[in-house]
């Protein structure tokens, strides 16, 4: 029993020393047609513009409206400390061809489950161009490959189809629903949940 208890410490701080060294400097990932990389101050403006589009707050938990002065730069600077504290990712999305922000993903990273929760959002003028599904791709190889954890889950609003495709097309399973699990703007909506494992990645 003692021996378990032990094997099973040492598998979670070893874990947890996989994520703290992957985690002490934020990489840069590239793919086909975007680049993925630590937000700067400088794109305060661009963040502002595009997040603070109502379409995007509409389909989101965390994402204000309006998008007031100030909030742009508060959440850059916030990331960067999330980062150092080993709890989140973000990436600003930007177009490898010529650096333009069009969204952002990112991670919060629970290291006690070895789990992380996927979230992003793509500026309007650039929706199903598959810019989301290239995006997820890379984080969620970054995720199982890098971080080495164990699990990623996403969830979307029962109005947001196109985040659940998303999710589906880079290969998680739907694992349920919470039913009307949001009040958003006076409106309760299911949450529909979505996950995968390490070991479903690495069959993938
Ligand atoms: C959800 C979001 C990130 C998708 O970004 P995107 O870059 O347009 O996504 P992709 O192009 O990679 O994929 C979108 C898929 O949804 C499909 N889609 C678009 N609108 C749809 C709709 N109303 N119903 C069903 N599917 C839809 C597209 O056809 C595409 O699927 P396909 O490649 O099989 O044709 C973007 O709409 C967004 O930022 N929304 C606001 C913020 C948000 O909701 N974030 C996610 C929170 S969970």
């Given at each position: 029993m003692r021996s378990k208890q032990v094997k099973a410490c040492s598998i979670a701080a070893e874990r947890a020393n996989d994520i703290i060294k992957a985690m002490l400097e934020q990489p840069t990932l590239k793919t086909a047609r975007l680049i993925l990389r630590p937000l700067r101050l400088s794109d305060a403006r661009d963040l502002q513009r595009l997040a603070g589009d109502r379409a995007i707050a509409a389909?989101?938990?965390?994402?204000?409206?309006?998008?007031?002065?100030g909030m742009a730069e508060n959440f850059i600077t916030n990331c960067a400390i999330a980062f150092q504290k080993g709890e989140m990712v973000n990436f600003a999305v930007t177009l490898?061809?010529?650096?333009?922000l069009v969204g952002g993903i990112g991670l919060t990273i629970a290291r006690e489950n070895s789990r992380a929760e996927m979230g992003y959002w793509i500026g309007k003028p650039y929706w199903n161009r598959r810019y989301a599904t290239e995006a997820a791709s890379a984080v969620l190889k970054y995720d199982f490959e890098?971080?080495?954890?164990?699990r990623i889950f996403a969830s979307h609003f029962e109005n947001n189809p196109a985040s659940g495709r998303v999710m589906q097309k880079i290969g998680?399973?739907?694992?349920g629903i919470l039913r009307k699990h949001i009040l958003k703007w006076g409106e309760y909506l299911d949450l529909e949940q979505y996950g995968m494992l390490k070991r479903e990645y690495l069959r993938i």
């Open positions: 389909t989101t938990c965390n994402i204000p409206h309006p998008y007031e002065d490898a061809a010529d650096g333009t890098t971080l080495n954890l164990n998680m399973k739907r694992e």
